[in-house]
């Protein structure tokens, strides 16, 4: 099924992007998209003037954040599809019809991949490795290899966008956004997209502190996700714990000397530790006997509808 132009909803979260907004919305209404909406996160320059002469619609958003803007967006977006991307230049209106083809055939969330080509001077070494790693973690989290879970370059359904209980304020949004098409059993594919060097403002992501948290997200959404995961990672390091005591304690009695509360704490340590994964154990059983059992709802739901 191909994709109407007037179907797509071209969404742009932007703070202070004067020197790029202009020159990309112009870019997709030459390529017959007249749906675009900017929500601008109170820029200090001219991003909205500019982005509303170029003839997008702009909206002011409330809260502060990405996050904040995407959550905003998804409340006044009427369209069916929707195609979303940051306003810094790094990303081009010529891969639209590559990343809504997939729309087309059935899936609901599509991200674009800019690791399978980077470009040297868009990414530093340190921040493709970065992107490497914390993608490994959200495959050993979440059990999907998304390849790129940080890409802002996405097309997606209203439909789909609008199942996902969307909560993060800042940059952690694109991770939130992928665990929720994951949990929510949506159909996802991969494109590989390209990633330019940013022509206009300096990056507003901080490499350490923005990693830390995207990483502690992705740990932290594994709790609905895959508990097993969550738990079994707090039961090994307790477990860990006791064992490095343990060993301690063995080494003192080999010398006749006896440590009777650090051997209490010792196998206090490891049966907590036991007793937190297989609490893990546990709620991953439930979570799958739950979504067994959405499944065949949606089943009988669905053989239920009369035919058109």
């Not at 998209?33 to 409330?62: C, E, H, W, Y």
């Not at 940059?171 to 997209?193: K, L």
């Not at 006997?289 to 739901?301: A, G, N, P, S, W």
Request: hydrophobic share 40%; glycine share 10%; charged share 20%.
């Amino acid at each position: 099924m191909n994709i109407e132009r007037d179907e797509v909803c071209i969404f742009i979260p932007t703070l202070n992007e004067a020197p790029t907004i202009g020159e990309l919305v112009e870019g997709f209404r030459e390529r017959g998209f007249s749906n675009i909406l900017v929500m601008d996160g109170n820029s200090t320059d001219k991003t909205p003037d500019i982005a509303r002469s170029a003839g997008a619609v702009v909206r002011t958003q409330t809260g502060k954040g990405k996050g904040n803007a995407i959550i905003e967006a998804v409340e006044v977006i009427d369209t069916p599809y929707v195609l979303m991307l940051d306003g810094d230049g790094t990303y081009s209106p010529e891969d639209a019809e590559k990343m809504l083809d997939p729309l087309g055939r059935g899936f609901d969330h599509v991200i674009g991949d800019r690791l399978s080509n980077p470009d040297g001077e868009a990414f530093t070494r340190l921040n493709h490795f970065g992107n490497q790693i914390l993608n490994l973690m959200f495959k050993l989290a979440h059990g999907r290899d998304l390849r790129d879970i940080l890409s802002g370059y996405r097309a997606f359904t209203l439909h789909s966008i609008r199942q996902m209980t969307l909560k993060e304020a800042g940059f952690e949004i694109e991770t939130e956004m992928a665990v929720e098409a994951v949990r929510n059993g949506q159909r996802i594919t991969v494109v590989p997209v390209r990633y330019l060097a940013r022509p206009g403002t300096p990056t507003k992501l901080n490499p350490f502190q923005d990693g830390l948290r995207i990483f502690s997200t992705i740990y932290r959404l594994a709790k609905m996700n895959n508990p097993i995961f969550y738990f079994g990672i707090i039961g090994l390091f307790i477990s860990l714990a006791g064992g490095v005591t343990g060993i301690y304690v063995i080494l003192e009695w080999f010398r006749n000397i006896e440590h009777l509360p650090l051997t209490i704490l010792t196998v206090l340590l490891i049966t907590i530790g036991f007793q937190i994964f297989m609490f893990g154990v546990i709620s991953d059983m439930l979570l799958g006997f739950h979504r067994e059992t959405t499944r065949q709802i949606e089943q009988l739901q669905g053989s239920l509808k009369p035919p058109r």
